[in-house]
Nanobody, 124 residues
Framework: QVQLVESGGGLVQAGGSLRLSCAAS????????MAWFRQAPGKEREFVAA????????GYADSVKGRFTISRDNAKNTLYLQMNSLKPGDTAVYYC?????????????????WGQGTQVTVSS
C-alpha cells in the first residue's frame, strides 16, 4: 500500500516562505519521479513542480519558477517543496504525487499515487 503524507502547509503573509514535505512509504521511493500539484477553490488541479528519480532533473510551472524549489532525499523517502516570495495567488491545496516511471512529467495523468493534500493560504 503506497502512502504519501504531506505536511508543512499553513497561513503565511505575502512575501513569506513555507517548506512542504511529502513522506512516502509502500514503494521504493528512490526509483520514481515525483511532483507537486495544487488546486485552488473552483479551479482545476495544476502542475507546480516535478523531479526525476535521482533529483538530477527538475521542472517548474512558469508561475513559480525562481520562487519555488523542489528537492528529494531518497534516504529519507521524502519529497520537499521550498516556497519563497509567496503570493496570494499561491493559495491552494498542495498535493504530492508519484509517477509511474523514473522520469518526471507535467501532466497529472502520469502520476498514479497521491497524498491527501496540505492547505497553503497566503494573505495579502
Amino acid at each position: 500500500q503506497v502512502q504519501l503524507v504531506e505536511s508543512g502547509g499553513g497561513l503565511v503573509q505575502a512575501g513569506g516562505s513555507l517548506r512542504l514535505s511529502c513522506a512516502a512509504s509502500g514503494r521504493t521511493f528512490g526509483i520514481y519521479g515525483m511532483a507537486w500539484f495544487r488546486q485552488a477553490p473552483g479551479k482545476e488541479r495544476e502542475f507546480v513542480a516535478a523531479i526525476n528519480w535521482s533529483g538530477g532533473s527538475t521542472g517548474y510551472a512558469d508561475s513559480v519558477k525562481g520562487r519555488f524549489t523542489i528537492s528529494r532525499d531518497n534516504a529519507k523517502n521524502t519529497l520537499y517543496l521550498q516556497m519563497n516570495s509567496l503570493k496570494p495567488g499561491d493559495t491552494a491545496v498542495y498535493y504530492c504525487a508519484t509517477a509511474q516511471s523514473r522520469n518526471y512529467y507535467t501532466i497529472y495523468t502520469a502520476y498514479d499515487y497521491w497524498g491527501q493534500g496540505t492547505q497553503v493560504t497566503v494573505s495579502s
